[in-house]
């Protein structure tokens, strides 16, 4: 869908997965990377197989083709003008101002390609009182609101172990970049897009972020559920080989699916059949004027604790399917790995790396039909280091020994 | 006829929404932002779940006083239709043949009982652009699988990633598959919108939004699937990083708790933080996390005296990452957030007045505005009803009469 479009990737482990979404679309992606490599070559995990090459770079350059450029030198810099001249999209994560002072920032660029999209992907934003703030995983996720909610309420709180904030912020990278392309059909110019990662992470609160300014209490963690005014509520339940994710509660939202649970508790004998009279979709109200009996609820709880306690979280993701129950299993990445729905749906693709490997990767994130056919997938894998230099630079009408003079000179 | 236009580079787009709780309006809530005109199709007997879930208006409950209904509805246009009822339906139809962009989240099979699903619609708009958005997509042997973005954190593997090696997942903050999700299903529907326009090819999107989550959990996925080891929850232990944690700090009046995020990236911002904590400025990563619960007892003495904001003031000054843990108080306060403008102020006809999130990116040229708050129940029914459809009073008392409205 996005075959038109040309888009050159400056963002290193901070972003890198925008251009990827756009790549999965269609577009044409090209990475650009210092000639010694991007830092985000460093970042772990790195293949068993081949512990210099990191899996995190490998997850996310996928689809894209790849240059090396030196923007420390004029001439890589210069260099770096002429990929723009054929780009519609721009996205970089430098550090603040580092962009402007190789004289590619915004202002210069738009002056010189009004034509360009410039995504800029920061951890707090290009301008205000905390822009230059060293940014992290953890303290993103901390300014954004998310860290504080999260945790067991006798610890300290925690992040989820494969860090999550510089993802969210490249999704909103690759949206707001597309928004600037709808925008531009309009006004024929680009202009820049201004990502911060911290208010990226503060999406992932459920709009409690907002909760001090509309007069409402301040949420507090609790792990494997929720805590409202002090009283916990645990949203997970121990099974035979692990936990599920087990929300149980009366009310208009989900009091039919703790009807159906009551359904099974009763069909399996663990419950008494006089409870099939019970609606927990009115049973809080009627609670409320004394018509129902406040201890029934929180005794069919234990009864449905105890039932799945002996079951493992395969079978009760089946009775969960037959039942109509709001119960999933709480999957390990181990497990994830050996789905059948992400096998039915063909979500993982194999991908022959330029050294022969052939590697398993995740697939796109969407399954998309345009005009009643799939759209294409791209078996691109990542890029090695400047592998497509002599591609992308005679594509831009260089000649060879124009090319091996800029190698040997540490430009490319 | 049809509702007033917006402003911004989606002008003139129309989206019917019927999707819900949060994936899917986060969607529509983007595209209003930037001028498109949103209709959010609700059930009128069905609750959507983000109107009985918090943060709620002066921290009461009920349908009109959500602020996450609030905040993932601002600028759309609101209409009931109860979709069991026949009359209901052919509203519908119409309102997708008007639209450009559908946008739905029902169990899998639901829309195409009624002759709603895509293959139907497609029939009477060639063009048509439909995302569906479940929580583990069209088909497969789960696609049944009920669930909210909670259920959905626990298929993601995400439930799973976030908590203490020795104890049970505490998981993340709420409904995890509803953060990321949004992002991949809005860029291609953009990416679909500019297909069409430029071929005339109708396109329909199948998320599944446990997959989207997978993206951002790439890295352990690629690992476990080629003879690497499965990634498991580590508290906020960082291989690459040390020390690395969130440390006590001195509460505040009124608080019973507070806390310091700091990240601890290379050798040199070792050597600027080890004098504070009086430790050994020449240790190398491996002899960090050697000694990391040693250290970590020094730097949580040193945070555990002082104010998070004079630790993340001090570290940040010497080039460290740090940042307090904030609460929603102090993201009302935090200047950076003000700088952006981030949270609006909105005149509310029932509540005088409420905050919703700015969009989440600032675009230089067409900065967006929401233009409205969230629709109440139906607000916007009888609007709809004769300026996109040209009902007539009487073809509008019919349809509340036969159901279809209420």
New interface residues.
Partial sequence: MLSPYRVIDLTDERGVLAGQMLADLGADVIQVEPPGGSSGRAVAPFFADCPDDSIYWAAYTRGKRGVTCNLEDQRGRDLFLRLLESADFLFESADIGRMAEFGLGYEALHERFPYLIYTSISAFGQTGPKAHYVGSDLAIWAAGTPLLMTGDDDRPPVRVSQPQSWGHAAGDAAGGAMLALHARHESGRGQHVDISAQVSAAQATLAQVLAHQLGAVEPERYGGGIKIRGQAIRGTADVADGYIVLLMGPGPAVGHFANHAVKWLVDIGAAEPELLDENFVTYADRVATGQADPALFPRIQEIMREAVAARTKQEMLEISIEYDLLLVPVLTVADIADSPQLEHRGFWQEIEHEDGRRVVYPGPPLNIMVDGDPLGISRRPPPELGQHNAEIYSELGMSAAEIEELRSEGVI | MTLPAGS???AGVKVLDLSWI?AGP?VGR?MAD?GATVIRVESPS??D?AR????????EAGVENS??Y???NAGKWGLTLDLRVPEAQNIFRRLAVWADIVCESFTAGVLARWQLDDQHLRALKPDLIMLSSTL?????????????G??G????????????PD??????????T???AP??????L??????R???G????????QA??T???????????????P????????????SP?????CAPPQGRAES?????V?SDDQWTRLAPLIRADGTLSLDERRQRQQEIDEQLAAWTSRRDAREVETVL?TL??????????????N????A??N??RRLPHALHGE????AS???????PANPARPAPQYGEHNEQILKDVLSLTDTEIENLAASGALS
């Fill in positions: 911004g580079p989606l949060v986060t983007a930037y069905r609750v779940t009985v879930v918090g943060p709620f208006h002066g921290d602020g996450l609030g905040n993932v583990l997509g069209q088909d497969g042997p789960y696609n049944q699988v009920s669930g909210f909670s259920q954190a626990g298929m993601a593997g995400i439930q799973d990633l976030a908590g203490w104890r049970a997942p505490a998981g993340p903050f709420g409904p995890y509803d953060y990321p992002r991949f299903a809005l860029t291609a953009l990416a679909a919108l500019d297909h326009n430029r071929t090819q109708g396109v329909f999107i199948d998320q599944a997959e989207g997978l993206q951002l959990l790439a890295p352990a996925l690629i690992d476990v699937k080629n003879g690497g499965a990634l498991e929850r580590r508290g906020n232990d960082d291989p690459q990083m690395h944690g969130v440390y006590p806390w310091v995020a700091i990240a990236a940040q080039g460290i990452s740090a940042h307090r843990l904030a609460t929603t108080e102090d993201a009302a935090d200047p950076q957030l700088h952006r981030h949270f409420t905050v919703v999130e989440r990116y600032i675009l230089s040229d067409t």
